[in-house]
């Protein structure tokens, strides 16, 4: 006899059905725009959201180049790219991250942490090695001064507009993640804050201009936050492995200090001796003053942050570590086991020697006289 396998069906538009199949829409919206391209009347508006948009041929000593700016036509690819992310964050969580947890046997408190380290691991290491590679081909690393020169750098090549599209799309799909990942009410407001912070540095540095120097300081940033949700998931695997959290305390201040050293050279020592000391939001130029100030401020201040939620978790850590181990000594030794009462034997006063009772001084007792009649 054959059995069919019951389904749990939600109503149209419910908001179950909109939780358990964000996925299944965002494919359908990508592949709607996908089979556009085969249309020569819907191709024009398909290529506005998959390639990145405001394309500039600039001369070069051999040739054109083609190049890039940002403006407001870049809104609609960073929503298709959202919808990329959606997808790929549900093939993540539904063929990887569900089959380990499952092994593991989590709680839910737990099992939450788990998948959103193994969702960020996942992207801080694609983010990394993209991250490297553009750095190393446009020349960023090799020659340091050019995070500062020919400012404004109002031209972007491909894959440093590409980075920076994909970079927003990443961050704006993880606030409708809460929802649909039905994240605990406690849990939200500590990933607001850090999705409205990388949010506000990756958009900051990509409307100023800041590209390069950017894109060098989420090089930084993604490589500590890489290590720490790597240690947290071998934590999950296993309770006592605690070495990777010993190594990212390490990185984590050093990548503090590079971050906070680069940014003081950048724009408070390199912008600062440029010549165009002006404000021109036409040009792209926001090198004045007081954008120096704002921008190194929001740096600074973000940085301290960090490193304050930092040294209190650390403290919370070692109070508690210390705290269980003043606990195990205080545990009292086991109890010896009782003795059987010792039979008492009834003696006369002083003691015995030789078989001789004597006083308690030492001296044979007085013998009694007798009474003559």
């Not at 491909?158 to 970079?167: E, M, N, P, T």
Request: hydrophobic share 45%; proline share 5%; with cysteine.
């Amino acid at each position: 006899m054959a059995f069919r396998r019951r389904t749990k069906s939600y109503p149209l538009f419910s908001q179950e059905f909109v939780i358990h199949n964000h996925a299944d829409i965002g494919f359908c919206l990508v592949l709607c725009v996908l089979i556009g391209l085969m249309f020569e009347v819907t191709a024009k508006t398909a290529f506005l959201f998959i390639l990145p948009q405001y394309n500039v041929s600039v001369p070069t000593a051999d040739s054109e180049t083609v190049h890039y700016h940002y403006g407001p036509k870049d809104l609609v690819t960073i929503l298709f790219y959202i919808f990329i992310a959606i997808i790929l964050h549900a093939v993540v969580q539904e063929y990887i991250l569900d089959k380990i947890s499952k092994r593991l046997h989590l709680s839910k408190v737990k099992h939450s942490k788990f998948n959103e380290s193994g969702q960020l691991v996942v992207f801080h290491l694609s983010s990394v090695i993209w991250c490297f590679y553009v750095a190393v081909t446009e020349g960023y690393l090799t020659n340091p001064r050019s995070l500062w020169e020919d400012y404004p750098h109002v031209y972007l090549p491909f894959q440093v507009k590409f980075f920076y599209v994909c970079q927003l799309a990443y961050w704006l799909h993880a606030l409708p993640e809460l929802y649909f990942q039905k994240v605990r009410k406690e849990e939200i407001p500590r990933q607001l804050q850090y999705i409205c912070l990388y949010l506000l540095h990756i958009a900051g540095a990509y409307l100023l201009n800041l590209n390069r120097l950017g894109l060098i300081l989420l090089l930084l940033q993604y490589s500590t936050e890489f290590l720490f949700h790597m240690a947290r998931l071998f934590y999950f695997a296993d309770e006592n492995n605690e070495k990777l959290f010993n190594a990212w305390a390490a990185v984590f201040g050093v990548t503090r200090l590079f971050i906070l050293t680069l940014a003081v050279l950048a724009i408070g020592f390199g912008l600062a001796r440029m010549e165009n000391q002006a404000f021109d939001p036409e040009k792209g130029n926001f090198n004045n003053l007081l954008c120096r100030l704002c921008v190194l401020l929001l740096v600074c201040a973000a940085q301290a942050w960090l490193m304050w939620r930092f040294i209190h978790s650390q403290l919370r850590h070692w109070r508690e570590y210390w705290n269980e181990q003043s606990a195990k000594r205080r545990v009292p030794a086991p109890a010896p086991a009782p003795r059987l009462p010792a039979r008492l034997i009834k003696r006369e006063s002083g003691y015995h020697e030789n078989g001789v009772v004597k006083a308690e001084n030492g001296t044979s007792p007085r013998t009694k006289k007798l009474k003559s009649p």
